[in-house]
């Protein structure tokens, strides 16, 4: 099975902040990686997919890279409504992994 | 509108089986996968399988193996997971969510664009 870890597990930001969150792969997984963000009681909403394509509806202020093994996502400038949990998600091959989460909380 | 609307919560005893259901509207239900997924207390969320609503065709993560089954009702637009012999860590929400982008597109990027709200199932004694 493809693992996938997140780093950092949380981080805490302040509105204006620009923000990077990391997902590593153990295997090569091209740019076949997805992102989510969740909120508590919340299913996940996707924000970006082929590694760097904006799902539809979501800020420009997410961007999405990476390729083969390591991946990045950015929110350039926090706003309130982005303080959530976010989660790679590999589409490669099954099983289908999800990391663990990155919790990004207000400072 | 288009949505899943999940079945209710549910209490099991360990070793009782669930069956939860996901309705979709407001789009052609036979043209795209439905995956399931499950979430644990605290934890990142995980894959259990896939069925395409077209033509019944299952594929089952090997960790649930022989204790899932997924299938589907065309004219009711609505899919089905049943999980058997309930333990305690099977614990969590699961939700249904879509696959996109829709079966015929053939692309090779896809992604859960759609999700239900999720079902709580909790095994206790």
Redesign the interface.
Known sequence: DIQMTQSPSSVSASVGDRVTISCRATQNIRNYLNWYQQKPGKAPNLLIYAASSLQSGVPSRFSGSGSGTDFTLTISSLQPEDFATYYCQQSHSTPYTFGQGTKLQIK | QVQLVQSGAEVKNPGASVKISCEASGYTFTGYFM?WVRQAPG?????MGWINPKNGAT?Y???FQGRVTMTRDTSMSTAYMEFRRLRYDDTAVY?C?RRGPPIAAAD??????L????TLVTVSA
Do not use: V
């Open positions: 995956h934890q990142g969320p995980e894959w594929n993560a090997q960790k939700y969510a090779a990027y896809w992604y859960f664009d999700w239900g709200r999720g």
